[in-house]
Antibody, heavy 121, light 107 residues
Framework: QLQLQESGPGLVKPSETLSLTCTVS??????????WGWIRQPPGAGLEWIGS???????YDNPSLRSRVTISVDTSRNRFVLKLSSVTAADTALYYC?????????????WGQGILVTVSS | DIQMTQSPSSVSASVGDRVTITCRAS??????LAWYQQRPGKAPKLLIQ???KLQSGVPSRFSGSGSGTDFTLTIGSLQPEDFATYYC?????????FGLGTKLAIK
């Protein structure tokens, strides 16, 4: 059974870079058929797709985040990493890592449990 | 970006009721729409993709329909575990976007 697990700091200071890791178990991240992505959910609010990466290294991110996003993949460790720069309080959210099948715009068929990141000094 | 509008934003119903949630896209998306269920404190779960294709393991009381700009999610006979928030997502064009959610509460 595929499992995804987010890890990283729960508190980040304004203007700094948020960095989260998603470790995949029960399956290989080196699949040609899947994209590995990040979605976030501010407290009490809806869902926002942040971006996704293919094991080949191709990445796609949401233009709304104004190029603050970097997503990379580490196939040797079966994990992928999100970096979000210049964070503000508006970036406080529950961050989920996830899998999409076939296309970067495909539905999300597996989700991690989520990690709460608070941006505060 | 394609805007997804869900209605109602919240609804109250009783066990055994039939409930319909609607989702409207700001432009045509064919049948490239997904529905998710999110229970409190849990990650969303994919229920339906391609507007009407039920994911494996999802009870048959859930059904989806629609094409173009207007879509519906229907729950045939509400069970206690169905009380949750439901989101639609367009998977037609980049970037994928979600509706704001419909909270289904117990009456």
């Amino acid at each position: 059974q595929l499992q995804l697990q987010e890890s990283g700091p729960g508190l980040v200071k304004p203007s700094e870079t948020l960095s989260l890791t998603c470790t995949v178990s029960g399956g290989s991240i080196s699949s040609n058929s899947h994209y590995w992505g990040w979605i976030r959910q501010p407290p009490g609010a809806g869902l926002e797709w942040i971006g996704s990466v293919h094991y080949s290294g191709s990445t796609y991110d949401n233009p709304s985040l104004r190029s603050r996003v970097t997503i990379s993949v580490d196939t040797s460790r079966n994990r992928f990493v999100l970096k979000l720069s210049s964070v503000t309080a508006a970036d406080t959210a529950l961050y989920y890592c996830a899998r999409q099948t076939l296309l970067v715009i495909s539905p999300i068929d597996y989700w991690g449990q989520g990690i709460l990141v608070t941006v505060s000094s | 970006d394609i805007q997804m509008t869900q209605s109602p934003s919240s609804v109250s119903a009783s066990v055994g009721d039939r409930v319909t949630i609607t989702c409207r896209a700001s432009q045509g998306i064919s049948t490239l729409l997904a529905w998710y269920q999110q229970r409190p404190g849990k990650a969303p779960k994919l229920l339906i993709q391609a507007a009407s294709k039920l994911q494996s393991g999802v009870p048959s009381r859930f059904s989806g329909s629609g094409s173009g700009t207007d879509f519906t999610l229907t729950i045939g006979s509400l069970q206690p575990e169905d009380f949750a928030t439901y989101y639609c997502q367009q998977t037609n064009s980049f970037p994928p976007t979600f509706g704001l959610g419909t909270k289904l509460a117990i009456k």
